[in-house]
């Protein structure tokens, strides 16, 4: 790092220390996260906008396009950075370029769902184009890290090769346009390289990431997440105003679509991250990957509440179970992906299993309450009414296993 935190002079990129106290997001960092609120935003627009319209397989192709796209690119520069940020010119304008590709691929969300919706072909020019700039700026950075890092040189140049060559494949995708099934079959393999990539590259020397730093920049995106569900939540009350006026749904779905965003930010920080990852470092890959389908369902619950105020606001060609379905689905598959979370990077704790058991069968009820003729506001407060009896339970019971079964890992870790 440079003695003078003020002069960003080049800076040899040898790798940061693991155990650093206090490590914390960078400015950087932070700046680099707003331009995922856009790409978050877009998707989870287009996706609300392709259910109420009942484009429900298309819809869903391409928010889960997207949000791989969105995710993995920032998983794996957040893991970089936390193991070779020296925050130095190079390093910035680097990131930069990141950010570009970020917003590029923001640009072409839009055009690929539309291009979905017709079925003659994948329009994802603009949306590969972007994701391709940012992985190749993400490249150049593990060269010099190989360069200037002797100790783990052959890990990094793994990852160099490797990512260089999984954006061959997304290069000949970019160029062929083809039909959907054709497009999605070879996307698929490249999938399966992106995530085998870190594995690979990984298999004999470690990179230094910081645990604490990893589960905070963690924590950082799911907040951002959670801000789509506040826009939904607004959204859905604008809708109901509106048409309305102020009342008792407007007060109803107002409250409801803000305490869903808290409870879910409530479970999603119950379990202390940072220690359990800095126990458990072998864990890393459940750890980073487990969240993929976390931060999906945060998007799609604001997806979801955006599809309910379309709903609302008669513009939607859907039932009203299919509106409540858009938000309870995602929540459900929220929970049960920190449900597994917990068990793996600390214990298995069989209330907590059998809590979200109980809120998903919940949640499977308000969609056949909607289809009873219960309001979408109505079965909004029955979700959020599920996740706070969960939040009880859980800071009752499972906060009090969970201490004690961090106590054991440190005695563990100890005594080795």
């Known amino acids: ?26 400015p950087l960092e932070l ?27 298309a819809g869903l192709l391409g ?9 993995w ?21 680097v990131t930069m370029v990141q950010l570009v590709g970020v917003l590029i691929l923001a640009m072409g969300i839009e055009p690929m769902f539309h291009s979905l919706v017709e079925g003659k072909h994948v329009d994802n020019t603009v949306i590969v184009g972007g994701y391709i700039i940012m992985r190749l700026a993400l490249v150049s950075q593990w060269l010099r890290a190989a360069r200037q890092d002797p100790a783990r040189r052959k890990t990094c140049l793994r990852y160099a090769g490797y990512l260089a060559v999984v954006q061959l494949g997304w290069i000949a995708v970019l160029f062929i346009q083809a039909d959907v099934p054709t497009t999605f079959l070879m996307i698929a393999p490249l999938y399966v390289l992106e995530l085998a990539t870190p594995y690979a590259a990984e298999r004999n020397a470690t990179t230094p990431w910081h645990a604490h730093h990893i ?25 109901i105003v509106a048409n309305h006026g102020w009342s008792l749904d407007a007060a109803l779905v107002g409250f409801g679509g803000t305490a869903l965003a808290f409870g879910m930010w409530w479970i999603y920080f119950i379990l202390p991250a940072g220690r359990a ?3 458990q470092r072998h864990r890393s890959y459940f750890f980073g990957y487990g969240h993929i389908p976390v931060f999906a369902a945060i ?16 513009a939607a060609h859907i039932s009203a179970a299919v ?43 308000t969609v056949a309450l909607a289809a009873a003729g219960v309001s979408v506001p109505a079965c909004l407060l029955i979700i959020v009414a599920a996740l706070g009896a969960s939040i009880v339970i859980d800071e009752r019971r499972s906060t009090d296993l969970l201490h004690a079964s961090l106590e054991k890992l440190e005695q563990r870790a100890r005594n080795a």
């Not at 978050?40 to 259910?51: C, L, T, Y």
């Not at 690119?73 to 304008?93: C, K, L, M």
């Not at 998007?299 to 008669?314: E, M, P, R, S």
């Not at 920190?338 to 809590?355: E, K, N, P, Q, W």
Request: proline share 3%.
């Open 299 to 314: 998007a799609a619950t604001g997806a979801g509440l955006h599809v309910a105020a379309y709903y609302i606001d008669h």
């Open 323 to 365: 509106a409540v379905a858009s938000i309870a689905v995602p929540v459900a598959l929220f929970k049960v992906s920190l449900t597994a979370l917990f068990s793996v990077m600390t214990c298995v704790d069989r209330t907590l299993i059998a809590v979200t058991t109980g809120v998903v069968c919940v949640l499977a009820g």
């Open 73 to 93: 690119a920032w998983i794996n520069f957040t893991w970089f950075a936390s193991a070779y940020d020296t925050d130095d010119w190079v390093f910035r304008v």
């Open 1 to 26: 790092m440079p003695s003078n935190p003020l002069r960003h002079a080049v800076a040899r990129m040898g790798g940061r220390d693991p155990h650093q106290p206090h490590r914390t997001a960078t």
């Open 277 to 279: 990852l800095h126990l």
């Open 63 to 71: 928010f889960s396009f997207a949000m791989f796209a969105v995710i």
């Open 215 to 239: 589960a905070e920049r963690y924590g950082l995106l799911a907040i951002i997440a959670l801000g789509e569900c506040l826009i939904g939540a607004v959204e859905t009350l604008r809708a």
């Open 31 to 57: 700046f680099f996260d707003l331009t995922f609120v856009i790409a978050f935003g877009v998707a989870g627009s287009q996706f609300a906008h392709e259910i109420a319209e009942g484009h429900f397989g």
